[in-house]
Antibody
Framework: QVHLVQSGGGLKKPGASVKVSCEAS????????INWVRQAPGEAFEWMGW????????DYAQKFKGRVTLTIDTSTTTAHMELRSLTSDDTAVYYC????????????WGQGILVTVSS | DIQMTQSPSTLPASVGDRITITCRAS??????LAWYQQKPGKAPKLLIY???TLERGVPSRFSGSGSGTDFTLTISSLQPDDFAVYFCQQYNAYPWTFGPGTKADIK
């Protein structure tokens, strides 16, 4: 069965960077892309970007362009999300989610990782 | 960006009730709409995609309809396991955007 296990995150100071990893198992990693979304307290989900598991091509939401980098490591079947120049507005639970019949769908989700930005 | 709204924000209901949740897009998204269920402290679960296609393993009491800008999620007979938050997602155009959620609450 498909599993996405996330790690990283935690408490960060304003201006710092955070890296969240998403280790995938139970499927052919290169056959599906990974979406990254976040949910701030009391807010709707927000899509940050998508990365192909095949060739590492990434699409980013305009809001995050220049501040977020998505990467993959096919040898470890892991996707990574790095967000830089953190502010308190970046406090949220960050999720990776694998695509389904459409790459845009979030058919399988990681458990979510809390990133708290505070001085 | 395409804005997604949902109504109601909270839906008090009882086991066995038929409930309907509405999702509206700020512009035409054809039928590129998904519905998810989220329980407290858990990751969401995909229920429906392409407005009306049931994801594998999702009970048939869930159904979706609509196209263009107006969509609905219906649960034909609410079960105890269905008390949760439901939200929609459009994937017609980047950036994918989500509705704020509707909480199906115990009446």
């Amino acid at each position: 069965q498909v599993h996405l296990v996330q790690s990283g995150g935690g408490l960060k100071k304003p201006g710092a960077s955070v890296k969240v990893s998403c280790e995938a198992s139970g499927y052919t990693f290169t056959s599906y892309g990974i979406n990254w979304v976040r949910q701030a307290p009391g807010e709707a989900f927000e899509w940050m970007g998508w990365i192909s598991g095949y060739n590492g091509h990434a699409d980013y939401a305009q809001k995050f362009k220049g501040r977020v980098t998505l990467t993959i490591d096919t040898s470890t079947t892991t996707a990574h999300m790095e967000l830089r120049s953190l502010t308190s507005d970046d406090t949220a639970v960050y999720y990776c989610a694998r695509g389904g019949v459409d790459a845009a769908l979030m058919a399988f989700w990681g458990q979510g990782i809390l990133v708290t930005v505070s001085s | 960006d395409i804005q997604m709204t949902q109504s109601p924000s909270t839906l008090p209901a009882s086991v066995g009730d038929r409930i309907t949740i509405t999702c509206r897009a700020s512009q035409n998204i054809n039928n590129w709409l998904a519905w998810y269920q989220q329980k407290p402290g858990k990751a969401p679960k995909l229920l429906i995609y392409k407005a009306s296609t049931l994801e594998r393993g999702v009970p048939s009491r869930f159904s979706g309809s609509g196209s263009g800008t107006d969509f609905t999620l219906t649960i034909s007979s609410l079960q105890p396991d269905d008390f949760a938050v439901y939200f929609c997602q459009q994937y017609n155009a980047y950036p994918w955007t989500f509705g704020p959620g509707t909480k199906a609450d115990i009446k």
